[in-house]
């Protein structure tokens, strides 16, 4: 699910774009310049690692800027960084780069006296925006007047409010990721007959096509219009939220049928956040984790077309100068605005304020929230992959 970089192995990356802008400009669009005083700020970070040493872990997400994932202890998807965050034994500080519900995951599955910390608050996400508390509690008392909800099993996205884990956790569901969301749904069906999954549309129903789970099974449920009528409800098997990720989207069927037509032999590998258009043309679909493990195991001279956040792309091209990859769209740059936040700057400053009373940047979740919130957690990372 990812990888870990001991103390003695961080350094700098190279350019990481070099060899994919040359094969397609999307790539060098969304380049970041160096600047001089990078140089500085990467002298602070290294100071406060020497510093703190085993007493603190970084952990770092796939789509974090090319500068600043070499600082991370691990690295890897919001899966496998759950599990990390799970297992820190000697850690104080626990610094997420990453973005919030990440950073609350992290804070729930950690020991009560280690501090958990964001670099910069401003991280959120779009897509677990489309979700609260109240659509979610209204849609499970409505789904309640006409069904029996012990029939019905939440699943919510890791990319979600504390407070939507701990419903799923009140309310004996679990939390997936786009790495198990498939063993998620049949651990639900094992326990109920429906499953009610938010907030990404697009992951259920590539789950749902996994599963071989028909299309008149499946229903979406629109909080911004709520629905009337309970019988379409009543077949299903799988009730969606109506969500997205934004970055996901704009990849498009036409995306794969052009660059199938420029790229003789491409292999196309994309997020199953994508639509299921976008999927179902595809080589191969999986997590972010699956993804660069997919890149991995091709063989030199394979050109590799991929769909899904641009640092992740970026980053594979320069890991793999020996093989040819590029982002799907080939003209957008999908870049996630909220995981592109984290700066060296801002790492910088929330590592120099490690060990004061009162961090800025510090993580908490309220005690009853984190309780059942552990609860849908721990059933996630119970199941068999």
């Known amino acids: 699910m990812g990888y870990y970089r001991g103390r003695d192995g961080i350094e700098l990356m190279g350019t990481l774009v070099k060899h994919a802008e040359e094969q397609h400009p999307s790539v060098s669009a969304c380049a970041v310049t160096a600047r001089p005083e990078d140089d500085v700020l990467r002298a602070r970070i290294r100071g406060q690692i020497d510093r703190w040493d085993k007493r603190l872990v970084i952990l770092a997400h796939h789509y974090q800027r090319k500068e600043v994932v070499p600082f991370g202890n691990f690295v890897g998807d919001s899966y496998y960084l759950s599990k990390v965050a799970s297992q820190q034994q000697r850690a104080e500080h626990i610094v997420f780069c ?14 009560p006296e280690q501090r958990v910390y964001l670099p910069n608050l401003r991280a959120g996400c779009p897509m677990a ?23 019905i099993i939440p699943i919510s996205y ?15 569901g679990l939390i997936c990721t786009s790495s198990n969301a498939e063993a998620a749904f049949r651990w639900a069906f ?11 549309e697009h992951l ?9 789970i028909p299309r008149e099974q499946r229903v979406m449920f629109d909080p911004l219009h709520p629905p009337t009528d309970p019988e379409p409800f009543r077949r299903a098997k799988v009730i969606l939220w109506k969500g997205f990720c934004h970055v996901h989207v704009n990849f498009t069927p036409d995306h794969v049928r052009q660059v199938r037509q420029h790229y003789p032999g491409v292999k196309v590998v994309v ?12 080589d191969a679909v999986g997590s972010t984790a699956f993804i660069t493990k997919y890149v991995e195991a091709q063989p030199a001279g394979s050109i590799i077309a991929i769909g899904t956040e641009i640092n992740l792309t970026s980053r594979l091209a320069d890991e793999h100068p020996d093989k040819t990859i590029f982002e799907l769209s080939g003209q957008n740059c999908p870049l996630c605005v909220n995981m592109f936040r984290t700066s060296l700057e801002d790492l910088a400053n929330c590592l120099d304020e490690l060990g004061s009373d009162s ?27």
């Open 204 to 212: 259920g129903t590539n789950t749902a096509n996994r599963l071989c």
């Open 129 to 151: 925006d489309m979700a609260d508390e109240i659509q979610v509690d209204d849609s499970w008392d409505w789904l309640g007047e006409h069904f029996d909800q012990k029939t």
């Open 359 to 385: 961090h800025s940047k510090e993580i908490t979740v309220k005690p009853e929230i984190a309780r059942d919130a552990r609860l849908a957690l721990d059933r996630m990372l119970e199941l068999k992959q």
């Open 271 to 282: 997020h199953p956040e994508c639509t299921e258009a976008v999927v179902d043309l595809a």
């Open 98 to 111: 990453g973005v919030h519900f990440m950073a609350e995951s992290a804070r729930i599955l950690c020991r």
């Open 158 to 172: 890791m990319n979600s409010a504390a407070s939507l884990k701990a419903f799923c956790g009140a309310n004996g």
């Open 190 to 200: 094992a326990r109920g007959e429906k499953v009610f999954f938010f907030p990404d």
